[in-house]
Structure formats: structure tokens, C-alpha cells
């Protein structure tokens, strides 16, 4: 089965903190993964993706299949960053675009 | 900055009525994919559109729950009767194969639907 699972429904750090979200996934092809951010009142949208392999506003993300986990990290936090980050995944190997989300991620950044 | 636009932007109707949603993607985008977003879950795509054509709507409960997108543009999600499960954001994107976004999915903000 297609999933993807982010176990943290909520991450609490200080600001300058590093940060890591966690994403896990299952899919037997090669996927395309990515990491979706809603920052309160604004829509959902695309953060990064990891075949672009670039980091967007310090974060980053790298796709290990051994461990089948693309986890987004930041080294130091800011408080621009809360929001509700989503991981998603479209499989390789379908001709349609749809993404598979995962239940996302609150991360609340402290002063 | 051209945007995908949802109307209305919240619903409140009584379970059994019909409500429709309408989604305009960014000009160009021959792709628009309708999910659906339950409280405290991540987005569920609902139903695929290429141009005017369905490609995926395999997870669209098709006993009351219908899309067209008759002219390739703009679409509209149609539930009939509405149950009190059907509360839920519900969200509508594009994509384009061409260009420095390519196949990058824009989101509209969202019709939040809540019944009654």
C-alpha cells in the first residue's frame, strides 16, 4: 500500500533550535517526494521536492530509500516558520499526478 | 501572480440538501485535481482531470458525489444529498506539464464545508 506517515502531529522548539520533521513512507517503486508548508490563513504550498535537491528558506530534506524517509530539517528555527507542514508522495510509476499526503506536522517555533 | 481561485469559501447546508463547489485553475493548467481534507488529516485527491477528461477518480464516492469540467477550465464538485461526513475542507489544484513549474501542483484556498 501507498502511505505516508508523519508520527509527530506536533513539533514544539525554541527559536535558533534545529528542527526535524519526520516523514516516513511506503512504496515499492521510486517516488517523488515532497514537503508541502500552510502558514496560518494562506494556502497550501510546495516547499521543496527532493529531485530539485535545493534548499528552500534553510530547509532541507534528503530522500533515503534504505530507511524510506525523507525528513525535513533546518538547523536553526525562526518563528516565521510555524505552520503546518505536510509530506506528500507521488508515485513514480502512476500516469496520474495525484500526491499521497501524510496527516502533517504542527511546528511551533518559541521567541 | 496568477492563483486558482475556489467559490464559495465556506458552505453550511443540512445533511440530505446538494452543494456545489466551483474551482478556476491558472490559466493554462490542463491538469485540476479536487481533494478532500478531513479535520486533523492530510488532503485525499477525490478526482483527476486532464483537459475535460477524468483520469483518476477512484476514490470518488460516485453514489452522490459528481465533477465535470465540461470546456477543459474551470470545474465544479457536486454532492447529493450531503451527509455529515462530507465536512470537511475541500480543495482544488492545477498543475501544468510545461514550463519552470512543471507538473508543481497550485492550490486554491479551499471551500470549508460543514453539514449539518
Known amino acids: 500500500a501507498q502511505r505516508v506517515t508523519q508520527p509527530e502531529k506536533l513539533l514544539s522548539v525554541f527559536k535558533g533550535a534545529p528542527v526535524e520533521l519526520k516523514c516516513n513512507y511506503s512504496?515499492?517503486?521510486?517516488?517523488?517526494l515532497f514537503w508541502y508548508v500552510q502558514y496560518s490563513r494562506q494556502r497550501l504550498q510546495l516547499l521543496l521536492r527532493?529531485?530539485s535537491r535545493e534548499s528552500i528558506k534553510g530547509f532541507t530534506a534528503d530522500l533515503n530509500k534504505g530507511e524510506t524517509s525523507f525528513h525535513l530539517k533546518k538547523p536553526f528555527a525562526q518563528e516565521e516558520d510555524s505552520a503546518m507542514y505536510y509530506c506528500?508522495?507521488?508515485?513514480?510509476?502512476?500516469?496520474?499526478?495525484?500526491?499521497?499526503f501524510g496527516q502533517g506536522t504542527t511546528l511551533q517555533v518559541k521567541p | 501572480e496568477a492563483e486558482v481561485a475556489q467559490s464559495p469559501r465556506y458552505k453550511i447546508t443540512e445533511k440530505s440538501q446538494a452543494v456545489a463547489f466551483w474551482c478556476d485553475p491558472i490559466?493554462?493548467?490542463?491538469?485540476l485535481y479536487w481533494y478532500r481534507q478531513i479535520l486533523g488529516q492530510g488532503p485525499e485527491l477525490l478526482v483527476q482531470?486532464?483537459?475535460?477528461?477524468?483520469?483518476?477518480d477512484s476514490q470518488l464516492p460516485k453514489d452522490r458525489f459528481s465533477a465535470e469540467r465540461l470546456k477543459g477550465v474551470d470545474s465544479t464538485l457536486k454532492i447529493q444529498p450531503a451527509e455529515l461526513g462530507d465536512s470537511a475542507m475541500y480543495l482544488c489544484?492545477?498543475?501544468?506539464?510545461?514550463?519552470?513549474?512543471?507538473?508543481?501542483?497550485?492550490f486554491g484556498p479551499g471551500t470549508r464545508l460543514t453539514v449539518l
Open positions: 489544484a492545477s498543475s501544468s506539464l510545461a514550463g519552470p513549474s512543471y507538473n508543481e501542483q497550485f
Open positions: 512504496y515499492s517503486g521510486s517516488p517523488e
Open positions: 527532493h529531485i
Open positions: 506528500a508522495l507521488r508515485p513514480g510509476s502512476s500516469n496520474t499526478g495525484k500526491l499521497i
Open positions: 490559466s493554462g493548467h490542463a491538469t
Open positions: 482531470f486532464q483537459d475535460e477528461s477524468v483520469v483518476d
